[in-house]
């Protein structure tokens, strides 16, 4: 872009000065953001950890976040799943980033949008994590029953990997008790699911108190899961 600057004497009386001009140009710089994306991790309680690397042409980011981003396959569907505060390390650092995700498997990328100064969105490399998703349905047979009355828990184990929910078969489901008016909860007994991941065992009610059937892994490839909870009263 090209400016004209014309400048002219300030006294008018002065007859030696004469008007003169004078150009010059401005360039308007865009800025680059690189991203990038190594090591990731998941655990059992579907935490994604993963180290970030972000860096700029001018030492700045974008309103100092970028959007982490998951795609079944890695090449479309791409979501968005959290925001995440970027990088401030523009030396050639990583930081770390640990987040809780609703989904173990998937792919996954860092993306910040257009903005001003920086007129091209940003993408970094992708990542791949992938364990079991697991889930518990079932609970007590009552909410409400007698002192020391014995209630049947029953329920199913499923997991999902790309596909649809299959049973999870052979493994132990343990029956927690948290009684009113407590923060911690009790094991009061397991239960084994069978080959159709289905499971039942009768535990003795001991006062009134919130129940929960609880799974927790103990391969690599699963994550642990927890049912809501639900309320027995003592009538």
């Not at 059937?213 to 309320?231: A, I, N, R, V």
Request: aromatic content about 12%; charged content about 10%.
């Amino acid at each position: 872009m090209s400016w004209t600057v014309l400048t002219s004497p300030q006294d008018d009386r002065n007859g030696y000065l004469a008007n003169t001009q004078t150009s010059y140009t401005v360039t308007s710089v865009h800025q680059q953001l690189t991203l990038q994306l190594a090591s990731p991790v998941i655990d059992a309680h579907n935490n994604l950890t993963f180290y970030q690397y972000t860096h700029s042409s001018n030492g700045t980011v974008p309103s100092r976040h970028v959007y982490l981003q998951q795609s079944s396959d890695g090449r479309t569907g791409w979501a968005t799943v959290a925001t995440l505060p970027a990088s401030s390390n523009n030396d050639g650092d990583w930081s770390t980033i640990t987040h809780a995700v609703s989904n173990p498997h998937g792919y996954w990328r860092l993306y910040a949008p257009a903005s001003l100064g920086f007129p091209v969105p940003a993408y970094s490399n992708t990542i791949h994590t992938f364990r079991y998703q697991t889930r518990i349905t079932g609970g007590p047979s009552t909410t409400h029953a007698h002192k020391n009355q014995s209630v049947a828990f029953t329920g199913h184990l499923q997991q999902q990997g790309y596909g649809t929910w299959t049973a999870c078969a052979n493994n132990t489901v343990e029956v927690l008790y948290r009684p009113s008016g407590s923060t911690h909860a009790y094991v009061m007994g397991t239960a084994r699911t069978n080959g159709l991941g289905a499971f039942s065992t009768d535990i003795k009610i001991p006062g009134n108190g919130t129940w929960y059937l609880s799974y927790q892994t103990t391969s690599p490839w699963s994550t642990d899961s927890t049912t809501t909870g639900t309320l027995i009263h003592l009538s």
